[in-house]
């Protein structure tokens, strides 16, 4: 994670897909051997980490807006007619 500390893109040019797998990474770091990240360090992924989720929701957002717009409808959840 220290490699990508200086040439991390800021949160608002990521897609949501670079997104999450950064946050994903960020998780395994967080989850893994306490002794490798110093209480800073952990607190900084952990700040990346909450914004990271932060863009990600606004990213779905804007996805479902655009969906709906599209379909001139509002989303209905999803359900197989068994009939």
């Known amino acids: 994670m220290a490699k990508s500390k200086s ?3 800021p ?3 990521l ?3 670079e ?3 950064e946050l ?3 998780v395994e770091a967080l989850e893994g051997d306490a002794s ?4 800073e360090e952990s607190i900084r992924l952990f700040e990346r980490g909450q914004a990271l989720v932060r863009q ?3 990213l ?3 996805a479902q807006l655009k969906v709906q717009k599209l379909s001139g409808e509002s989303l209905v959840p999803f359900e197989e007619d068994s009939e």
């Open 7 to 9: 040439a991390a893109k």
């Open 11 to 13: 949160i608002e040019e």
């Open 15 to 17: 897609s949501y897909e």
């Open 19 to 21: 997104a999450m797998a």
């Open 24 to 26: 994903e990474g960020i």
């Open 36 to 39: 490798q990240n110093p209480l």
């Open 56 to 58: 990600c929701g606004a």
């Open 60 to 62: 779905l957002e804007a």
